[in-house]
């Protein structure tokens, strides 16, 4: 059974910074594209970053762009999501997604994903 397990969340002061590891069991990612994506309350989930197999080829929302960092452990077969100058509007329930499309490139639909994770909460506060 494959499973991708969030950690790091929690409540953090605006201006301040949280790291999240996505943890995957039950088959290797090693080889394929990861994401992540959170979704606020009222809201829709959106793509926050996504990365490639080998960390070659990353992309991310305008909105965290220059803040946020993903990266990948493919040893670990973990990815994770440096989170910088969090701002009360990055609240949110952040999920971690893997993709078995081709590893080369990066996705940002989450119809382009076919495991997810449970999501872990980030609070900003203001």
């Known amino acids: 059974q494959v499973q991708l397990v969030e950690s790091g969340g929690g409540l953090v002061q605006a201006g301040g910074s949280l790291r999240l590891s996505c943890a995957a069991s039950g088959r290797t990612f090693s080889s394929y594209p990861m994401g992540w994506f959170r979704q606020a309350p009222g809201k829709e989930r959106e793509f926050v970053a996504a990365?490639?197999?080998?960390?070659?080829?990353?992309r991310y929302a305008d909105s965290v762009k220059g803040r946020f960092t993903i990266s990948r452990d493919n040893a670990k077969n973990t990815v994770y999501l440096q989170m910088n100058s969090l701002k009360p509007e990055d609240s949110a329930v952040y999920y971690c997604?893997?993709?078995?499309?081709?590893?080369?490139?990066?996705?940002?639909?989450?119809?382009?994903?076919?495991?997810w994770g449970q999501g872990t909460q980030v609070t900003v506060s203001s």
């Open positions: 997604a893997g993709s078995l499309r081709y590893g080369g490139v990066v996705y940002y639909r989450s119809t382009e994903y076919d495991y």
């Open positions: 990365i490639n197999w080998s960390g070659s080829n990353t």
